[in-house]
């Protein structure tokens, strides 16, 4: 059985010649796919690497690093020409000669998926740079295994790169990768068979650590969307809208507006402004299988005002027989309203045209017997 080495890059020209020679060395291999997202000459060092290569040597040149470096795994598994991959950094803080070990224990049978791990016996994360990063790297690890116990039960490093997986046990299309966590994607939305082999983190040869404070927050946001799909970031936009609407309030009643047209404006502005954020930043990644976008903004927009039709006379009742002021008559009844808009945004306005991908609409975790591959070249 042949095997392919998936090695996502990013600006990594000075590290390819070795890892390739000692990836050479250490096994047999089908073939090492490079999907490089480098800015500098990466591409044509791999290129001439491969010229002398002992094993065959591809590289996928992205324009788009759509996805990050999770996308350049995504679209190295779908290009590989086996269906059992391994993934590795190109940087060789993942040593090479830890690969012969993920294949002997996927061919001992009973996993899906292989994890070299930092954090069993044997293995050492001593390859961070500095005790913060290896702090936050462990207590990363400890949140994440704590939000998916039942996913991650037998996966001591889900926050590693280093891994071996069957592309056959894998639904690409459920998929949403976000930066550099692509294992976690994996096992969060899938029941696989995990078994772990240990290693040590090696020191970076060259180039600079790809860890930021902006790849933090692509992880926080992945691992909210793992766990709770987009209603965090519905909710976060939902509750700027709150605050616009009710501000709306207050300014047009303290100008003389009565607090029912007040009510009115406010809605339409927020409902508006509202569709326009979630529609750039929630469910971007949907938008390209939902209706166009006249066809989304009229749902929306009427469902909404329906919503408001329904809201806006509670707010009177509140106000006229309760005695509520106008402003937490409009809060209580925006706080109501925000799981039926959001239940009717994910299953409605953003549906996948195509019933076949439906499955993975809304970012849920799906049913692992709805499974399906990813695609093969």
């Not at 324009?63 to 995504?74: F, I, S």
């Not at 709770?228 to 616009?244: E, N, Q, S």
């Not at 066809?295 to 039709?309: L, P, T």
Request: hydrophobic share 50%.
């Amino acid at each position: 059985m042949g095997y392919s080495v998936i090695v996502p890059t990013f600006n990594e020209g000075p590290n390819v010649a070795a890892l390739v020679q000692r990836l050479s060395a250490a096994t047999d291999l089908a073939e090492i796919l490079f999907v490089d997202d480098s800015t500098d000459d990466t591409t044509a060092e791999i290129s001439r690497v491969a010229l002398t290569s002992p094993v065959p040597v591809r590289v996928i040149h992205r324009e788009q690093a759509t996805g990050g470096l999770g996308g350049a795994v995504l679209e190295g598994l779908a290009a590989a020409v086996s269906d059992v991959c391994i993934v590795m950094d190109g940087d060789l803080q993942h040593p090479p000669e830890v690969v012969p070990l993920l294949i002997e224990r996927y061919e001992s049978g009973g996993a899906d998926v292989v994890v070299a791990s930092r954090y069993t016996g044997g293995g050492s994360a001593g390859g961070l740079a500095g005790v913060f990063r290896m702090m936050v790297s462990r207590a990363s690890t400890w949140v994440t295994k704590a939000m998916f116990p039942r996913r991650l039960q037998g996966c001591s490093d889900p926050m590693t790169g280093f891994f071996l997986v069957d592309r056959r046990a894998v639904d690409a299309r459920v998929l949403r990768p976000r930066g550099f966590k692509i294992l976690l994607e994996i096992l969060a939305r899938h029941t696989l068979r995990v078994s772990e082999v240990p290693f040590r983190f090696a020191d970076r040869e060259a180039g600079e650590s790809k860890a930021s404070l902006r790849q933090g927050a692509r992880f926080l946001r992945q691992l909210a969307s793992l766990r709770f799909g987009k209603m965090p970031a519905f909710a976060l936009v939902g509750a700027v809208g709150a605050v616009v609407n009710i501000l709306l309030v207050w300014l047009l009643t303290a100008l003389g507006t009565g607090y029912l047209g007040a009510a009115i404006i406010a809605a339409e502005v927020t409902i508006i402004g509202n569709f326009l954020v979630i529609d750039r930043f929630v469910f971007n990644d949907l938008k390209g299988r939902a209706a166009r976008f006249p066809a989304r903004f009229a749902q929306s927009f009427v469902f909404n005002n329906a919503e408001a039709a329904v809201r806006i006379p509670l707010v009177a009742l509140l106000v006229e027989r309760w005695h509520v002021s106008a402003v937490l008559a409009t809060a209580l009844t925006l706080g109501i309203a925000f799981i039926v808009r959001f239940v009717f945004h994910a299953l409605v306005v953003y549906r996948p045209r195509d019933p076949a991908v439906s499955a993975g609409g809304i970012d849920a975790v799906p049913d692992p017997a709805s499974a399906g591959s990813l695609p093969k070249p």
